[in-house]
């Protein structure tokens, strides 16, 4: 097959990006303590960048103390200066090497922290939009990850803690409805460190509202108990991410690309259906983002959220697509030829994909030349694993991934320009 839609350019907002194909965000654990950019993230990135991806989405940066429940050291944090300027380091990165990069925000991890059997404090204060816990049954289980492990006579880290039972067959940690303030102060604060991202060299932002963490939590009917203004009916459970998108659009106006990550589809009774996302992604275009980035499945649907096969979520993306005008990307397609046809037929107009670029960072120059590149084994051993024990990731595929900061083809030289000189 010819990939020439696949490689064709594509305009998001204000920003031109070379090809369809965008690395999704996934939390490494290449962080140092503190939260901040290290040498190691920085060279990650640029392994993916200098291996054609057009768009890099790193994931995700908590930027409210609130919200400091993010899995220890797995998202970054900006909390003060140093971390601003390790973040202009990983932009001015992504840029050296040839690529456009947009920071997804997150808003907490809310109610999906991890199972009490798990190395997460249960002292944490989790907020939720209501006190509403997770809970994961063996059937939502990647089946692929499962029998990889057991044909090595592993336990999946999802599946079992070292008495034998089983982790997630039970409730998470209780959280707590958060308040108005908080809601409030989260809204703000969000909306206040989009202009930072941008003085940061960034070419976008992505505000994270998926996967069942805290600014999910509103959007659903199923744990959006609340009977004040932010929960009850759809315009109530809509506004804490309305208010977030409106009031960082006024911060920046028109000239920085703001998106938004959504599920299409809870797969749970009584949650989110397609029906709602539709109406949802007309409300976000209405409210000014200018691109979506879909995502399926929660911790509670843990194999929709990372699918055993490529294209799961094409035709909802495809459905949900149909009632917006901005760009839309669909994640977790792997194979070269389905991502062609899916942008080529108009089902998406970019491609996304995580851990097949962890496997194989050179993917998107590969297919350009018509090769076939290294295949994710979709074990989740090296990289969800590891991170859910709070490690840096691995990949039973790439055994670079970890350790791109000792090669030397992935460090800056000098400077292209003056670029750097900006606003800070």
Not at 167 to 189: D, H, K, S
Request: charged share 25%; aromatic share 10%; proline share 5%.
């Amino acid at each position: 097959m010819k990939y020439d839609t696949l490689f064709k350019p594509i305009k998001i907002g204000n920003v031109e990006i070379k090809n369809r194909i965008a690395m999704t965000p996934i939390c490494t654990s290449f962080q140092d303590a503190e939260g901040r950019v290290t040498d190691q993230l920085k060279a990650f990135y640029a392994a993916r960048t200098i291996g054609g991806v057009g768009l890099i989405i790193p994931g995700t940066v908590t930027v409210t103390k609130i919200h400091a429940d993010r899995r220890g050291p797995s998202g970054m944090k900006m909390f003060d200066h140093v971390s601003k300027i390790r973040l202009s380091e990983l932009a001015e990165t992504v840029h050296y090497f040839g690529g456009k990069i947009f920071i997804q925000i997150s808003t907490g991890q809310g109610r999906q922290v991890y199972s009490k059997t798990q190395w997460v404090d249960p002292s944490l204060d989790v907020i939720s939009a209501s006190a509403v816990p997770y809970k994961i049954d063996p059937e939502m289980f990647p089946q692929k990850t499962v029998n990889w492990h057991e044909k090595r006579n592993m336990d999946w880290s999802y599946g079992y803690d070292d008495k034998g039972n089983p982790r997630f067959e039970g409730e998470g940690l209780m959280p707590r409805a958060a308040t108005i303030e908080e809601i409030e102060e989260t809204e703000e604060t969000v909306a206040d460190s989009i202009p930072v991202f941008k003085d940061l060299g960034f070419d976008g932002a992505e505000i994270h509202s998926c996967h069942g963490y805290f600014a999910y939590s509103f959007l659903s009917p199923r744990l959006n108990l609340r009977t004040d203004k932010y929960g009850g009916s759809f315009e109530n459970r809509t506004r804490f991410l309305r208010n977030m998108i409106q009031k960082s659009r006024q911060r920046v106006e028109d000239d920085f690309v703001i998106g938004t990550r959504l599920t299409l589809e809870s797969h749970v009774p009584g949650d989110l259906t397609l029906e709602d996302t539709k109406k949802i992604c007309k409300g976000v275009e209405e409210w000014g983002v200018n691109y979506i980035l879909f995502s399926d499945g929660s911790y509670d649907a843990f194999k929709y959220f990372i699918p055993d096969e490529d294209g799961t979520m094409l035709d909802a993306a495809a459905e949900a697509k149909k009632v917006v005008n901005i760009p839309v990307i669909t994640p977790s397609i792997h194979d070269p030829d389905m991502a062609e046809q899916a942008v080529r037929e108009g089902k998406t107009d970019m491609i996304g994909l995580a851990r097949g670029l962890i496997a194989d960072p050179e993917w998107a120059n590969k297919v350009a030349k018509g090769k076939r590149p290294v295949k994710c084994a979709r074990c989740n051993s090296g990289c969800w694993d590891r991170l859910m024990l709070g490690f840096p990731i691995r990949c039973e595929t790439n055994p670079e991934c970890g350790f791109e900061q000792y090669n030397p083809k992935y460090q800056m030289r000098q400077p292209k320009s003056g670029n750097w000189l900006r606003k800070v």
